[in-house]
């Protein structure tokens, strides 16, 4: 569906991509992860015709946007960071405005209400989109980049401002979607890429730190296990007691405090399971736990791991 | 390039730019007409139109300042660039918008001259050649703030910055009487828009002055059409 060959993209002295290259099949939800500033807006910039590269190719079902970018263009609908919406418009008219725009012909009016359906925004298309909520605002950028039936679907960080239920909403919708199409988003949340992509690209300073099927990643990046823990008791007691469990690598004291106890950062070494042994050897000295919650790592502990990994090789 | 036209013409009345621009224009041009016509009791329509010509100077820009500039704020430019259309039809699409509200408060504008056929006997000819004129004319100016409008996001700085370029183009005209070198008058003269019109005024079709209108459209639009081409590899 989608190729793109050593993409290189440089503003002034500074690097936004440094040699970008991935295939996409027809039908995945490939996830475009990187924090903020890694070049994934670049990337999906570049993809839809937006800006040029410096150097590199995309084609897109075999064609080249460059030497081909009215049909390259209308294979693909794109949401950017910002719903490009014109505020004086209501919803009717700006979804009628970008199917004309992209000289859509299916059918008007089904088309419209099919998409309306399927994003859940029918009961706001009189309204004006200047009184729109954000996640309103950003479900008509999804319907807008839906018109036409573009196989390709570029969704730039969809979920950014909305509220925990308009997520949920929207990760829905791209899961849907990826029914019928072949589906890219940005992200810089990795919880939000393991929800709903098969497949990983993993970016980092303009440079593809890892990809690979979401599973693979996500085994790799669970084999280190890390956990809060909040025990009651003397710090000076506790702390030796956990750097001494077999199994803990590191435990360092948060700083964080409930009363009398006080919360702890452990790190278990790698394949590990140490809740058991954890709860017994706090339990034999008297030591209540408060609480046992499994931290998540950070994007940025994911790349340093991934970096690590690949200087290591 | 319809999609585009159709919003462009739409914008203009669904926000108050376009009634400000028509009752503007229409006032000033009203004002304008009674005072160096009717009341002077005389039918020559030369004051008329050298003021209106200003007049436009002025008020041109407020419509051509918001096309580039306000897309570029809103970021709905990205829509437009990553359709299946190319740049150029955007721009013109773009400019025949503004020209179409142009060309219709023109059109309102030149009611007045019914008002002369009523009280003496004009010269068609003159009328029509007039109204051609400040349509040309008018359509060059529109092009200049276009490319303007290109360059900036901040919508007063193109107004501004195309009232600025007209008066430039205007000064030249004046300079140009005062340069003994021949071909630096020349090359001057190509930018002095409100150089060509007289014959259109005296009442003939200076089909010339006409190519020259048009070219100078041409060129504004080309060069406003590669400031996005550039944009894209900067």
Known sequence: MLKVENLVKTYGRATALGGVSFTVNDGEIVGFLGPNGAGKSTAMNIITGYISSNTGKVFVDGEEILENPTAVKKKIGYLPEQPPLYPELTVDEYLNFVYELRACTLPRQAHLNEICTAVRITDIRTRLIRNLSKGYKQRVGIAAALIGDPPLIILDEPTVGLDPKEIIGVRNLIRALGKKHTVILSTHILSEAQAVCDRMIIINRGKIAADGKTDEINRFIKDNRRYKVTISGSQNEVLPLLRGLSGIVRAEATGERDGDAAAYMIEAASGIEIRKALFYALAEQNLPIFGLEPVGQSLEDVFLKLTGRQEGR | ?234
């Open chain 2, 1 to 234: 390039m319809f999609a585009v036209y159709k919003r462009e013409v739409r914008s203009y009345f669904v926000s108050a730019v376009g009634y400000v621009f028509l009752a503007v224009l229409l006032l000033l041009s009203a004002a304008v007409f009674s005072v160096t016509t009717l009341l002077r009791q005389s039918c020559d329509i030369t004051d008329y139109f050298t003021i209106m010509l200003f007049v436009l100077m002025v008020a041109l820009p407020v419509l051509t300042m918001k096309l580039f500039a306000e897309e570029r704020k809103l970021k709905t430019e990205q829509l437009l660039l990553t359709a299946p259309i190319s740049i150029g039809s955007m721009v013109f699409a773009k400019f025949l918008a503004a020209f179409t509200v142009f060309f219709f408060a023109n059109l309102l504008c030149s009611l007045s001259y019914i008002t002369l056929f009523v009280y003496a006997k004009p010269q068609f000819g003159v009328i029509l050649g007039n109204i051609i004129a400040l349509t040309l004319v008018g359509a060059a100016f529109i092009s200049v703030g276009m490319f303007v409008s290109a360059l900036t996001e901040n919508q007063l700085a193109a107004a501004i910055g195309t009232f600025a370029i007209l008066l430039a183009f205007l000064a030249l005209g004046f300079l140009n009487a005062f340069i003994p070198f021949y071909p630096a008058r020349f090359v001057l003269n190509w930018f002095s828009l409100l150089s060509r019109y007289t014959n259109f005024t005296n009442g003939f079709f200076d089909f010339a002055a006409l190519i020259y209108y048009i070219s100078v459209c041409f060129v504004f639009l080309f060069i406003t059409c590669r400031v996005y081409e550039r944009r894209r590899y900067s």
